[in-house]
């Protein structure tokens, strides 16, 4: 019973975020929501919100951060590496899928969010 219940409430949920215009799949018999890849023409409405926050921050930088740069203006404790390592995979999604480019090193994210996104040229 409380497994058609619980499938239910996930199916409903699954079906709001397709509405909201973000891919989501079944993982584990969970929805999640993805970061797609940027491509021309895609708006930042399509990230989930809590990448969109992520991304606002960066922007407001001014110039290359930090994942514990990112995290402070988050309101993450920073104090305790563990901590941010949540905030650095995202981080890393988001560089992967070309919302944000990094350095070589992968350590610093920079704030060109809203140049369109090449395809290496």
């Given at each position: 019973m409380a497994e058609r219940v619980w499938q239910r409430m996930s199916d409903q949920l699954a079906d709001e975020r397709m509405e909201a215009g973000s891919p989501v799949v079944q993982v584990?018999?969970?929805?999640?929501?993805?970061v797609p890849d940027r491509a021309p023409g895609l708006a930042e409405s399509v990230v989930?919100?809590?990448?969109?926050?992520?991304?606002?921050?960066?922007?407001?930088?001014?110039?290359?951060?930090?994942?514990?740069q990112i995290g402070e203006v988050l309101g993450l404790d920073t104090g305790v590496r563990g901590r941010l390592d949540p905030l650095r995979g995202k981080l890393t999604k988001l560089a992967d899928r070309g919302w944000l480019p990094q350095?070589?090193?992968?350590?610093?994210?920079?704030p060109r969010v809203t140049r369109p996104h090449s395809d290496g040229a």
């Open positions: 584990a018999g969970r929805a999640v929501r993805l989930p919100a809590e990448y969109q926050r992520i991304l606002a921050a960066v922007r407001q930088a001014g110039g290359p951060v930090s994942t514990r350095t070589p090193r992968r350590e610093v994210h920079h």
